[in-house]
C-alpha cells in the first residue's frame, strides 16, 4: 500500500495498523543510486531537462491499469520554494508523464504553506508536520480516479494528507505513482 518493497503483495505493518488515505500506491524506483543523484540534478542543480528523463524511466516501470485512471495531479510545493527554484519538480515529472501517456493533469487541487522540509525530519516529525501544511483549494471533481505524482515516497504521509484533501474535493480513488521510495531501514 505504501509502495514499501514486499515479497508478497498486501499491507506492510504501519499500513495494517493505520490504513492510508491512497488506496494503492506505486514506486518505479527505490531512492538509491543512481536514481537519487538524478533527482537531485533536477531537484537542486536546476537541470530541468532531467524531468523529462525521470519521466521517461517511471514509464519503463509504470502501475498496472493506469488506463483505469482520469488525470494526474502532484504534490505542490511551497510559494518559497517556487520562488527559491523556480518550479515545482514533482509538476515537471507528472506533465511529462500527462504528455506521454495522454492524462491531463490537474493543477492547484491543494496549496501547501511554508513548513520545515521534510528531508530534515524524522519519520514522526513528518507525520505532524506535513498535516498542517496542506490545504485544499475550492476545485471540485466528479468522481475521477486520480494519480498523484511525486518524486519520493519516505513515510506516505505527503502522500496520505494529499489524498484527504483530493478525495474531499470529490475523487474517487486515489493512486500515488512516485519515483523512488526511500528503503525501509
Not at 493505520?18 to 494503492?24: E, G, H, N, Q, V
Not at 505542490?76 to 492524462?103: C, F, H, Q, V
Not at 513548513?115 to 525530519?121: A, Y
Amino acid at each position: 500500500m505504501c509502495a514499501i518493497a514486499m515479497a508478497n503483495q498486501g499491507y506492510c505493518g504501519q499500513c495494517l495498523h493505520k490504513k492510508p488515505a491512497f488506496d494503492y500506491s506505486h514506486s518505479s524506483f527505490s531512492y538509491a543510486a543512481p536514481i537519487d543523484t538524478w533527482l537531485q540534478r533536477l531537484k537542486s542543480k536546476r537541470h530541468t531537462e532531467w524531468a523529462h528523463k525521470l519521466a521517461s524511466l517511471m514509464m519503463l516501470r509504470q502501475p498496472h491499469d493506469l488506463d483505469k485512471v482520469d488525470a494526474f495531479t502532484f504534490v505542490p510545493s511551497t510559494r518559497w520554494s517556487l520562488m527559491k527554484r523556480g518550479y515545482n519538480p514533482a509538476e515537471l515529472i507528472a506533465r511529462e508523464l500527462g504528455k506521454a501517456l495522454d492524462k491531463p493533469v490537474i493543477a492547484q487541487l491543494a496549496t501547501r504553506s511554508h513548513s520545515r522540509e521534510q528531508k530534515d525530519l524524522n519519520r514522526h516529525q513528518r507525520i505532524s508536520n506535513v498535516g498542517l501544511h496542506f490545504h485544499p483549494t475550492r476545485k471540485t471533481l466528479n468522481g475521477e480516479h486520480i494519480m498523484l505524482i511525486d518524486d519520493v515516497m519516505t513515510t506516505g504521509s505527503t502522500a496520505h494528507s494529499m489524498a484527504l484533501i483530493i478525495k474531499k474535493a470529490g475523487a474517487s480513488q486515489v493512486g500515488i505513482w512516485c519515483l523512488a521510495r526511500t528503503p525501509k531501514h
